[in-house]
């Protein structure tokens, strides 16, 4: 089977991988390619490399990536123009006040805003040149893991040019108003998005994110544990509940904080003492080592459920992690000795005031969450689960 992995990345982090190596946009598809892989960031090229480990033909297409597109439409003699400053969310060019008011709206208004072109979308010639990508490759199985940048209208078109099964990755619930039908498959980490495609006559699965053990052979030797607290992470209109979790432990501990801040943050938070800039991929991994302790909170819309990348990044470095209870949280990991739990910002700080007084008892949770993850949580164990969602809804 031939297997083609759709993903899409975050502005600010391709800003960041091409402002930091000279030459990059204008060297050739493979070596950019290999760039974005060698940065470990998201789930880079797990999954492909984890379907070839399965006998399967695969690759992996970023598909917002303009310079990377670009790269690979010239090579095949396509006109392809790169547009100046790409690299920028439209969210972030929004007022610090609309942020705040339309947060709590999202999922009313996310029709709304991918029609006025506030929701991620590919241009035209991004859309062209990932159709050819995708005729090149003939592809007997899409996994799409940005039905964003990818929406229903162009799987229509996909589904089109006969691709037998086509797959979609999401982890927030359905937007209405998209033909989900246009997919085989969905899968979320989260049960009730799944109950939600369910009701909506979609089939869908639960598949959990994951880590790739090869992460650990490609990192750096791990410094010494000098950071106490750490959060690392997006801050943002979304979080707000990891806000004030974060601002409470602020006040308390020598927290520091790698991500982002919004501009709707006042001025008066103790988080902006505590930011220490973003880090991607090898660069967040060594944070994460480098930490005693660092914090989990899943984005509000997870609700009463867990499954975020955090849980997995952090485990599987062997990070001490303290995470949000969520009632699906003992399907991943045993509570208290897998991972430390917190309820209430209260007992956050209790238990860290506990766990950095108590190093044995820190690393031995520390050791048994790294093994749970790396022998439960990987990549290879996803992608076979994958397969045999699709073996059964293709019987």
């Not at 031939?2 to 600010?12: A, E």
């Not at 929406?151 to 989900?180: A, C, F, K, Y």
């Not at 904080?257 to 006042?266: F, H, V």
């Amino acid at each position: 089977m031939r297997v083609l992995v759709l993903n899409g990345d975050y502005p600010r982090f391709l800003k960041w991988l091409y402002g930091h190596q000279a030459g990059l946009t204008d060297a050739s598809y493979a070596e950019q390619m290999a760039a974005r892989n060698a940065s470990l960031f998201g789930v880079a090229d797990f999954y492909s490399n984890n379907f070839r480990a399965h006998g399967h033909a695969a690759a992996e297409i970023h598909v917002n990536n303009v310079w990377l597109q670009s790269a690979w439409a010239r090579e095949r003699g396509m006109a392809f123009d790169v547009p100046a400053q790409f690299a920028e969310s439209r969210k972030d060019r929004l007022p610090g006040w609309l942020q705040r008011a339309t947060a709590p709206l999202k999922p009313i208004l996310r029709p709304l805003a991918r029609t006025v072109g506030l929701s991620p979308r590919l241009s035209e010639p991004l859309e062209r040149v990932l159709l050819a990508q995708i005729e090149e490759f003939k592809p007997d199985l899409i996994l799409n893991q940005d039905v964003f940048y990818v929406g229903t209208r162009l799987i229509e078109r996909i589904r089109s040019m006969g691709v037998p099964t086509i797959v979609g990755q999401v982890g927030i619930e359905p937007s209405r108003g998209e033909n989900w039908l246009a997919y085989d498959l969905m899968l979320s980490q989260l049960p009730r998005v799944v109950r939600a495609f369910r009701a909506a006559g979609v089939a869908a699965e639960v598949s959990h994110l994951a880590f790739e053990p090869i992460i650990l052979d490609k990192l750096p030797p791990a410094a010494a544990p000098d950071i106490d607290v750490s959060f690392v992470g997006s801050v943002s209109e979304d979080h707000r509940e990891r806000i004030a979790l974060l601002e409470f432990i602020a006040r308390r501990f020598n927290l520091r904080l790698w991500g982002n801040i919004p501009t709707s943050l006042p001025a008066s938070s103790p988080l902006w003492r505590c930011f220490q800039g973003e880090v991607w991929g090898t660069e967040m991994y060594q944070v994460l080592r480098r930490s005693r302790i660092t914090l989990n909170s899943h984005i509000d819309i997870a609700g009463e459920e867990a499954g975020n990348m955090r849980l997995f990044e952090a485990t599987g470095v062997g990070t001490f992690l303290l995470t949000d209870y969520k009632r699906n949280l003992d399907t991943l990991f045993e509570p208290s000795r897998d991972v430390a739990v917190w309820r209430s910002p209260e007992d956050c700080a209790a238990s860290i005031d506990r766990y950095l007084n108590d190093e044995s008892s820190r690393l031995a949770l520390a050791t048994a969450g790294q093994e749970a993850t790396l022998s439960r949580h990987n990549f290879n164990q996803r992608v076979r689960e994958i397969l045999d969602f699709i073996a059964h809804i293709k019987r």
